[in-house]
């Protein structure tokens, strides 16, 4: 292992290691890695039926996929940011 390189079967920091900044996601049309892809489909698939994707949070339906991944990043944000608190 080079040093400085963190050890990938090491636990991830705690919250309090990223000093008072939450975690973000960031909605990208060319995300990095494809287990992003499949966690946000599994999420818009799970709170959607045939009237569109019905939002767990403030529950408003939303019919177009786009603007629900973008509305479930806010959420998913906004939740972080709660964390710290």
């Known amino acids: 292992m080079v040093e400085n390189q963190k050890d990938p ?6 919250l309090t290691a990223v000093k008072g900044k939450p975690p973000r996601v960031t909605a990208t049309t060319s ?40 509305h479930l990043e806010k959420e998913i944000n906004d939740a972080f940011a709660k964390l710290g608190k």
């Open 9 to 14: 079967n090491s636990t991830p920091d705690p």
């Open 31 to 70: 995300p990095d890695d494809p287990a992003d892809v499949q966690a946000t489909k599994a999420l818009i698939d799970h709170y959607s039926d045939k009237d569109g994707f019905h939002c767990p949070c403030c529950h408003i339906t939303i019919t177009n996929y786009s603007q629900a991944i973008y």
